[in-house]
């Protein structure tokens, strides 16, 4: 089994609709992130957390909201979905102090 | 605030030849700096990172990269291409106890037969 684990893998929605994507793992670190990847354009960190009650603000968290519901879980909202949300979104998870990533396999989002 | 540049966004080379994929970074500090490997439809998985120390470091399949801080680079090679080493490639850098990195926009390498 997958140490980090993201759900669903592949969702196609509409304009304006809420999606949530989620993420659980098992590595048992305390620090969680959300990074959004285009085409092109690296990696792009939306919202990262260092424990349950720690949210901070990645780089492009307009749009986006997060939920630290356990230490091994970590959720993405959409509020109200627009097509340039279209991505690959990945979870990751690190241990301080050297703080290289653990990646998930990805949630592909489209956004008609 | 900490940025990466790859300058190759694509680069093919011939299985078997050797490869060199370039990363210059932007912090104030001696930084962390990360290799990342991403293969189709896959996360990314860490090749090999640097903290402090040796300036020469040795990955996961054969890789190395060396930190140069006089020019802000961290170069990855590899002496002997393999075709399953095409993938995308990303340079990360991360502040020391920020807890977050900066990464590159990619580098996809095509390996020829």
């Known amino acids: 089994d997958a140490d980090v684990t993201q759900t669903p893998r592949n969702r196609i929605t509409k304009t304006g609709k809420r999606i949530m994507l989620e993420c659980s793992q098992t590595?048992?670190?305390?620090?969680m992130y959300w990074y959004r990847q285009d085409p092109g354009l690296g990696l792009q960190l939306i919202y990262y957390s260092f424990d349950v009650k720690d949210i901070n603000k990645g780089e492009i968290s307009d749009g986006y909201s997060v939920s630290r519901q356990a230490q091994a879980k970590f959720s993405l909202s959409l509020e109200s979905a627009i097509p340039n949300q279209t991505a690959l979104y990945f979870c990751?998870?690190?241990?301080?102090?050297?703080?290289?990533?653990?990646f998930g396999e990805g949630s592909r989002l489209t956004v008609l | 605030a900490q940025s990466v540049t790859q300058p190759d966004i694509h680069i093919t080379v011939s299985e078997g030849a050797s490869l060199e994929l370039r990363c210059n970074y932007s912090?104030?500090?001696?930084?962390?700096l990360f290799w990342y490997v991403q293969s189709p439809g896959q996360g990314l998985q860490l090749l090999l990172k640097?903290?402090?120390?040796?300036?020469l470091v040795q990955g996961i399949k054969g890789f190395e990269a060396e930190f140069k801080r006089s020019q802000s680079s961290f170069n990855l090679r590899k002496p002997s291409v393999h075709w399953s080493d095409a993938a995308e490639y990303f340079c990360?850098?991360?502040?020391?106890?920020?807890?977050?990195?900066?990464f590159g926009d990619g580098t996809t390498l095509t390996v020829k037969p």
């Open positions: 912090y104030g500090a001696t930084p962390y």
């Open positions: 590595k048992g670190h305390d620090r």
């Open positions: 640097y903290f402090s120390g040796d300036t």
């Open positions: 990751a998870t690190s241990d301080p102090p050297a703080g290289e990533l653990f």
């Open positions: 990360a850098v991360g502040a020391p106890n920020a807890g977050k990195s900066t």
